[in-house]
């Protein structure tokens, strides 16, 4: 084989492998979930947990500190692999530590799972996407820039909408080369609403073993919180439109 030929073949096998490399974290973060999916989903559930409060309490109650960094640790890896459960994790949360601290132990772990998860994506298609999106044309253009002219608004909009997936809020951020501080903050502040709402819920849960029931997670929807975070998600994107009606009239 002629020595050019050779030195392409090594650059591509190195640029291979270093693709490979980056990619990684993203790709154990998918098996991770896939397993998690089938073998855990019956461990990250509100049967477990309901068999299992009394042991939780009392562990809460022996060695509180570290039952609390346990609890924290467990969350940021529930996020972080996307695993199965991080609505009942948030109710654990309220049920063993009250709405208070409780809530703020949710959102750290949410949080930091959040930034884990980012930056696997953003390691391994982020930076490559982001480039291509800029490099690009037509629609694909006009989404980026839209995005990065508008993205504190866009990042508080996805992060308190309801709808809006969890992991989905985590990814696509990375995918359009959004800043880890921006990210960061949005994330803890957008998702102050719900994990409140279902912090609350957690911390009456006793009541609810007690009669047998399970909570009820859609109480999201109800119009009496539901009003108040799309009010939240109207102010968020009020910079968004302000934008849009600005440029209408500078045509």
Known sequence: ????????????????????????????????????????????????????????????????????????????????????????????????????????????????????????ARVGFGDRLADKMEAGSGLVKKIKDGIDENQWSVLFLIRLVPAVPFFVANLVPALVDVPYRRFVISTFLGIIPGSLVYTSVGAGLGEVFARGETPDLGIIFEPHILLPILGLCALAALPILLKAVRGKEGI
């Open 1 to 120: 084989m002629p020595e050019d030929q050779t030195e392409m073949s090594d650059m591509t096998q190195a640029r291979d492998k270093s693709t490979l490399q980056k990619r990684l974290p993203i790709i154990v973060v998918a098996l991770a979930a896939l397993l998690g999916a089938f073998f855990l989903r019956d461990y990250l559930s509100f049967q477990a947990l309901q068999e299992n409060r009394e042991a939780l309490i009392g562990f809460r109650d022996a060695n509180y500190l570290v039952a609390a960094l346990a609890f924290i640790a467990i969350y940021i890896v529930i996020v972080a692999f996307s695993l199965p459960g991080a609505a009942i994790a948030t109710l654990t949360g309220g049920f063993l530590f009250a709405t208070f601290p409780g809530v703020l132990y949710n959102l750290i772990g949410a949080t930091v799972g959040a930034t884990a998860i980012f930056t696997a």
